[in-house]
């Protein structure tokens, strides 16, 4: 059974660019999970979605990001314009039914410079 | 806001010696414990896990303890070996969310 895919592995853009960052959950995970890790520091929620809704999106830093996860399928993460702090590795994460194991993607390392 | 507080951000043990992690939550209606491990270009592995009700765990070379009082708890491995070597995070996650709250991440280096 496949994990949790995420492309692009890795994203280099200028300041004032668009990148859109994609999740394949396990399949069957209705629950699905966006983290970033900047910098060397902790893993931090930025948003979670339930099928196709978002159930918490507390963690989101500003409406630069936007998250959609369409047919309650993959995902994509949406960030426009990038700035330079949003430098970092995006992980995303999936679990089943009310199962508290969350497991993660390789994430996608993304570069603003 | 809730919090983990994860000590020693770097650990260097020899091959064979035990690494302690510890870490400490901030909300008590914390109830879910579990530790990633993360591997050099990959994304972080579920090793062990521990709720709330429980106060340890194990399995083979790893144990996790709860102290629910204190609000602590720590990953243990024994007889480490170097395949051991990774950023290991500790989380914390309150019922009702599946918002994981993660630890600094440590860095554990163990040599041959």
């Known amino acids: 059974e496949a994990g949790v895919t995420q492309f692009p592995s890795h994203s280099v853009i200028e300041k004032g660019q668009t990148v859109t960052l994609r999740c394949d959950p396990i399949s069957g995970h209705d629950n699905l999970y966006w983290y970033r890790r900047v910098m060397g520091k902790e893993i931090k929620f930025l948003l979670h979605?339930?099928?196709?809704?978002?159930?918490?999106e507390s963690g989101m830093p500003n409406n630069r990001f936007l998250a959609e996860r369409t047919g309650g399928t993959y995902s994509t993460l949406k960030v426009q314009p990038a700035e330079l702090e949003d430098s970092g590795v995006y992980f995303c994460?999936?679990?089943?039914?009310?199962?508290?194991?969350?497991?993660f993607g390789p994430g996608t390392r993304l570069l603003v410079l | 806001g809730e919090n983990v507080e994860q000590h020693p951000s770097t650990l260097s043990v020899q091959e064979g010696d035990s690494a302690v992690i510890k870490c400490t939550y901030s909300d008590s209606a914390s109830n879910y414990f579990p530790w990633y491990k993360q591997e050099l270009g990959k994304g972080p592995q579920l090793i062990i896990d521990i709720r709330s009700n429980v106060g340890e765990k194990k399995d083979q070379r790893i144990a996790v303890t709860l102290n629910k009082t204190a609000k602590h708890f720590s990953l243990h491995i024994t007889e480490t070996q170097p395949e051991d070597s990774a950023v290991y995070f500790c989380?914390?996650?309150?019922?009702?969310?599946?918002?994981?709250?993660f630890g600094q991440g440590t860095t554990l280096q163990v040599k041959p």
């Open positions: 979605f339930v099928k196709e809704s978002k159930q918490d």
């Open positions: 989380a914390a996650s309150k019922p009702s969310t599946g918002k994981l709250i």
């Open positions: 994460a999936s679990s089943l039914g009310t199962s508290r194991t969350q497991y």
